[in-house]
């Protein structure tokens, strides 16, 4: 990131670090994670510790250029011309350096906090106060303990405003932010029920979210939010709002819908004032309101303030993998271009290993607060440490600096327009391509015309709640446990390379899927990680060893044909699998075929045992629990005669997803993650809020029709309406994984947040909804499950488990990857 330089003796001197320096580096770049190095030789990486211990990523940062380090402990490596300030919280220490960083500048800063919209309206206070101010802010929703001070180190010279969004999920944390951030004005959105879960009770949670304004001169706020706070209040001056208290600094008191813009009268200053959004929803329409206050409140006439609002944009704060031509995956970032987020985004672009080429496609940066030539030459340099392959710029500017660009394959154009006509010269063949531009280029029209064209029925991946889940469990593991991801079936329906991309990047240790042309695929594309096959097919051992799959060995018969199969092509020590069964009854090798096997396993030399597992068939239940007790006495026996055999350790595993949580003391060196990646864990109540569904499947609606009662609908005139009504045809039928069992009012979709009941057959293509009394259009989205209407209420309703949902839904349902 762009900011102030300082000597690494200063800033050793700012944290109060000990540790011998060995040169005398500048640095201007903070740096948390070792996969994601920008300007490594001005890189300061923190070894922060959560989940995973950073320590252990120091090498690997080492290793990518970085030679300056704030560690609690010293390498156990001696890396030389390496410094190495040691303190006794890393995290603190990082807080403190970006404290002190704010402290040097004078600007103005707005400190912005709430439950829901901080990152909407930090986003349109932006796009309202540019055109007079040189602004700084959180990049994305970067408002934690480690992105609070990421965002505040870059603020420079050129900032006359800095806006920051600062978010909690436990007491104690507000304070550590409010003096990194050190605002001036503080804006409170909406507050609601996030992060119930780390506080007592609500009064807590919303005195910890004050304390971000304890030193304002000035807090902007919905009046009726805090009634029952105005004694713990320290701002002296506050500009209200309110939809009902007549007394409000800004009373609206009429909200009208005009030709698909929001119509807002209000009283301020004892006149009428009135604003045109551009929106519709109700969280939008909060967020606005609380942007016009703060306009208002900071000096803006209701004019000046009118007429900005009624040209905010959607904020886009998601990255769209899909499916594009000429085998291409697209990453659709088109609604916003600016120097952090193209640097997210470009990170985003180096996960993905499922083509070798990299491709983006970049618009003209607006508002960056820099000169033309220093923006454009820390793009090129940025797009050169990314190693992208091929660059299309569009725009005037950067036509105007295209030589900063070392790159061969390199293309310009003046507009869209233009890159859309010689859009066949491009070609675009096997590449990923990021698609990342500033609103008025109409970047979309680009995304459109590279992405494969497919069915309007839809699943949606949420990325982040699988990195969420994939943490969850992590967080339950015993030191060094390692994690094996179950990945078979298309990710139980989700994805392939999609998600094994984002698991190889957060580090898994393995991964597990059933046939060999499953994990022939992931090699395929890119991935990287061991691949253990369930079910190998002795047909397919040839591919099985070309792309270094391991088979896990189940029955003699295998057994032998894989080391007939080792011999006749001189294999030696080939890694496999042993599965034990204890009760599934369904592969593995018998109790009492143990010693046998083991017979067999005394110096051969055709293969390396390289772990032993068995599979828990009830451990989510506790009406099972004996058997599951029984199940782990059978496995220990097992692997201990196997280990006793071999003369060496293996790896263990037989947790399961639920196994994980309710049985932590049968997590051995090694766990299989399965569902519960997914979002769903029988184990795991959901009213917990620990786990983040990661699908939701979205079709729309086709036609909407009046009937009259007593007419029939669908094949074999199977459902009827009593009385005259409405019903909804939409997009999904049992040939895109709807089964037919959901017909005739068992199933539910939701229409405009209301649900709906099937009425009449699921056909192959299409079903139909009872909407009678619901608002609805054609054209509008229609959810069949999502985190609200969950997949396990479905499955309940026709008497099935979650994993038979997921893996139904067809091929033909295109799969969109979203990432924040």
Not at 314 to 326: A, D, F, Q
Request: glycine content about 6%.
């Amino acid at each position: 990131m762009l900011s102030n330089q300082y000597k690494i003796k200063e800033a050793q001197k700012i944290i109060g670090a000990t540790g011998s320096l060995v040169n005398e580096n500048i640095i201007s770049v903070l740096l948390t994670d070792s996969r994601r190095i920008n300007n490594a030789a001005q890189g300061l990486f923190f070894a922060l510790s959560g989940r995973r211990n950073g320590h252990e990523f120091v090498a690997e940062a080492y290793a990518a250029g970085v030679r300056n380090f704030v560690v609690k402990e010293g390498p156990e490596l001696k890396l030389p011309d390496a410094n190495f300030l040691i303190v006794n919280d890393v995290l603190a220490a990082l807080q403190v350096l970006a404290a002190y960083h704010r402290s040097k500048f004078n600007l103005q800063v707005i400190g912005i906090t709430g439950s829901n919209g901080k990152t909407i309206v930090k986003e349109w206070l932006y796009q309202l106060f540019a055109a007079d101010k040189n602004i700084v802010r959180n990049p994305k929703s970067y408002n934690s303990q480690i992105g609070v001070p990421l965002s505040v180190w870059q603020i420079s010279d050129r900032n006359d405003l800095g806006i920051f969004e600062a978010g909690i999920s436990m007491p104690g944390e507000m304070d550590k932010l409010e003096r990194i951030i050190k605002p001036e004005i503080g804006v409170l959105t909406h507050l609601g029920s996030a992060h119930d879960e780390g506080f007592e009770n609500t009064r807590e949670k919303v005195l910890e979210k004050l304390k971000l304004f304890k030193n304002c001169k000035l807090l902007i706020h919905n009046y009726d939010q805090l009634l029952d706070y105005k004694k713990d209040l320290t701002v002296s001056n506050c500009f209200t709002w309110s939809r009902s208290f007549k007394q409000a600094d800004l009373y609206v008191f009429s909200e009208t819908v005009i030709e698909k813009n929001y119509y807002l009268r209000a009283r301020y200053k004892e006149k009428e004032i009135e604003s045109i959004i551009p929106f519709l929803d109700q969280a939008s329409i909060e967020n606005a309101i609380v942007c016009w206050a703060t306009m208002l409140a900071m000096d803006y006439t209701a004019v000046e303030a009118d007429k900005r609002l009624e040209r905010l944009i959607p904020v886009s704060m998601r990255l769209e993998l899909k499916t594009g031509i000429n085998d291409c995956s697209v990453i659709d970032d088109s609604y916003n271009s600016d120097i952090q987020s193209l640097e997210i985004a470009l990170n985003f672009l180096t996960q993905q290993n499922q083509h070798q080429k990299k491709t983006l496609i970049l618009s003209d940066i607006f508002q960056s607060g820099l000169t033309e030539d220093v923006l454009y030459q820390h793009v090129a340099d940025l797009i050169k440490n990314k190693k992208v392959d091929k660059f299309i710029g569009v725009g005037n500017a950067l036509i105007t600096h295209q030589q900063f660009f070392d790159i061969a394959e390199k293309f310009f154009y003046a507009d869209t327009n233009s890159m859309l006509q010689n859009l066949n010269t491009l070609n675009f063949k096997d590449e990923t391509i990021l698609i990342k531009g500033s609103r008025s280029f109409e970047f979309e029209r680009i995304s459109r015309a590279l992405t494969q064209k497919a069915h309007e029925t839809v699943m949606e991946i949420n990325l982040n709640a699988l990195l969420n889940n994939l943490n969850f469990y992590r967080s339950k593991l015993h030191p060094g446990v390692k994690v094996m991801a179950m990945v078979k079936a298309f990710s139980y329906g989700s994805g392939t390379f999609e998600l094994a991309n984002m698991l190889q990047y957060n580090k898994v240790d393995y991964l597990a899927v059933a046939y060999i042309d499953e994990g022939v695929s992931l090699r395929e594309n890119g991935i990287k990680l061991p691949i253990m096959v369930l079910n190998a097919e002795a047909s397919a051992f040839d591919k099985l060893v070309k792309y270094k799959l391991e088979p896990v060995i189940f029955s003699f018969g295998m057994f032998d044909e894989f080391i007939k199969y080792a011999q006749h092509r001189h294999i030696s020590n080939y890694s496999v699998h042993l599965k034990i069964d204890t009760g599934m009854h369904r592969l593995g090798f018998e109790g009492y075929e143990i010693e046998t096997l083991c017979d067999l396993l005394e110096q051969n030399k055709y293969i390396n045992v390289l772990s032993v597992f068995s599979h828990l068939v009830a451990s989510e239940d506790e009406k099972h629990d004996e058997f599951t007790l029984k199940q782990i006495k059978r496995f220990e026996k097992a692997y201990k005669l196997i280990e006793k055999t071999l003369g060496y350790k293996v790896i263990k595993h037989l947790s399961n997803t639920s196994g994980i949580t309710r049985w932590p003391h049968a997590q051995y060196n090694m766990v299989r993650l399965g569902i519960g990646l997914y979002g769903v864990d029988a184990a795991v109540p959901a009213s917990e809020n620990a786990l983040q569904p990661i699908a939701s499947l979205k079709t729309s609606v086709a036609q909407v029709k009046k009937i009259p009662g007593g007419d029939t609908i669908s094949y074999g005139r199977s459902g009827t309406l009593a009385q005259a009504g409405k019903i909804a045809t939409v997009r999904i039928g049992y040939a895109d994984g709807y089964v037919r069992a959901f017909g005739n009012g068992i199933g539910q979709m939701l229409v405009n947040g209301i649900l709906a009941p099937t009425i009449g057959n699921i056909t192959m293509d299409m079903c139909m909804l009872d909407v009678t009394g619901i608002d609805v259009n054609e054209g509008d989205e229609v959810i069949v499950f999502n985190d609200k209407l969950r997949i396990e209420e479905l499955a309940t309703e026709i008497g099935t488990i979650p994993y038979e949902i997921l893996t139904n839904i067809s091929q033909r349902v295109k799969r969109v990857y979203f990432y924040e």
